[in-house]
């Protein structure tokens, strides 16, 4: 792995996010079917309701998603994801002073949504699906890489790794090859470990431990285990109790480098990043 100087400047779309300091993206899933919060949001009113609640609580990125990739998950077409994530995307874009982030792996959602004011791709498969890196290069907005192997109905399925981290980064390094390739430059760039995918609890605890090795990419990472499984295995907690393992976790993320957290809990976390910012601002 090489390191390459990054930019702390990223435009989203008619947005710039400054990554000099630390940020919270809210997690507004607009499926049936997700892990946390399957269902709850999947109405525009009550989905815009929430995006509205987490930007006043502090969210500076919103990622809207309408394909579940919990473990299992059963797969949806293109023309039913456009249809759950569209209209939120619209009326976000033009309600709310907040960059929309669009957790989607489908080419017809990123251009679509590219369209109506996403400033951002999250793709849990690094734009490996047929077109996606076409589609995202098209849009010329900024494109979150995660690591995961196989599908999320597969992925648990006996993952192995000899070391975790190198292979993490290895894997997100030559998706970053990818991209360069069809035009997708570095600095449009952010890099997700991929925390809970194809990992077991061993894999997530020391591929966390380790992560600032991932800092050689060159590249902002961002860092998603609210509510996960890693926390309530460590734990021995149902989803519905693991707020204070995700804000240790958080906080943990915050000081290892980390620029961008997607969580569910948008105030509390702000907490954390804002107490994390005082301390570090002290003399």
Do not use: W
Request: proline share 5%; aromatic share 2%.
């Amino acid at each position: 792995m090489t390191f390459v100087q990054s930019s702390t400047r990223l435009p989203c779309g008619n947005r710039v996010l400054d990554l000099a300091r630390a940020h919270v993206m809210g997690i507004l899933n607009v499926t049936p079917d997700s892990f946390s919060d399957g269902g709850r949001f999947s109405q525009l009113d009550a989905a815009l309701k929430h995006a509205e609640a987490m930007v006043a609580a502090g969210a500076t990125l919103i990622d809207v998603g309408g394909e579940s990739t919990r473990p299992g998950a059963r797969a949806v077409s293109p023309l039913e994801e456009l249809e759950r994530v569209a209209p939120i995307v619209e009326r976000i874009h033009r309600e709310l002073d907040v960059i929309i982030s669009v957790d989607t792996s489908t080419p017809a959602v990123m251009r679509e949504t590219a369209r109506l004011g996403a400033g951002l791709i999250n793709d849990v498969r690094s734009l490996r699906r047929d077109g996606a890196l076409d589609a995202a290069a098209a849009t010329g907005l900024p494109v979150c890489l995660m690591h995961m192997l196989g599908e999320p109905g597969d992925m648990q399925d006996n993952p192995h790794y000899a070391d975790v981290t190198l292979e993490v980064g290895e894997f997100l390094e030559e998706r970053m090859a990818q991209c360069a390739a069809v035009g997708i430059p570095a600095e449009r760039i952010i890099l997700d470990p991929g925390f809970g995918f194809a990992k077991n609890l061993q894999h997530n605890l020391s591929l966390f431990k380790h992560m600032e090795a991932l800092h050689e990419l060159g590249r902002p990472l961002l860092v998603g285990v609210s509510r996960k499984s890693m926390i309530g295995q460590a734990l021995n907690r149902p989803v519905g109790e693991r707020l204070h393992g995700g804000l240790a976790l958080a906080a943990l993320a915050v000081v290892k480098g980390a620029r961008i957290l997607r969580v569910h809990d948008v105030a509390e976390t702000m907490d954390v990043v804002r107490m994390i910012a005082a301390v570090e601002s002290a003399e």
